[in-house]
């Protein structure tokens, strides 16, 4: 079992900056990817990024490219998303998950590859 903590979230104007953090416990020896999601009031959750165990895969959804970053500190069993130059529509509550794998270069853009969630850190951006 792995247990996931988000925090970070918070209100932040359109242009600014927000780190959130996802704390892993339990069973973290690894490997395990990482992935963070959102949801929209009304919407579907939707992929945002994702990191392999060895951090040398990422991927982006096309909406946040360029502008967020995941990244992951195995030592902490922490993962990272730097989210830069926010946008209203980036407005969510964020979530992390993970996938036990067998290699650590797996990674995954869709919901059903992960097998653990936390339980979301809100996210408001104003215009």
């Known amino acids: 079992q792995v247990q996931l903590v988000e925090s970070g979230g918070g209100l932040v104007q359109a242009g600014g900056s927000l780190r959130l953090s996802c704390a892993a416990s339990g069973r973290t020896s690894g490997p395990y990817a990482m992935g963070w999601f959102r949801q929209a009031p009304g919407k579907e959750r939707e992929f945002v990024a994702t990191?392999?165990?060895?951090?040398?895969?990422?991927y982006y959804a096309d909406s946040v490219k360029g502008r967020f970053t995941v990244s992951r500190d195995n030592a902490k069993s922490t993962v990272y998303l730097q989210m830069n130059s926010l946008k209203p529509e980036d407005t969510a509550v964020y979530y992390c998950a993970a996938q036990p794998t067998s290699t650590s270069s797996y990674s995954s853009r869709w919901t059903y590859g992960y097998s653990y969630w936390g339980q979301g850190t809100q996210v408001a951006v104003s215009s």
């Open positions: 990191v392999s165990w060895s951090g040398g895969s990422t």
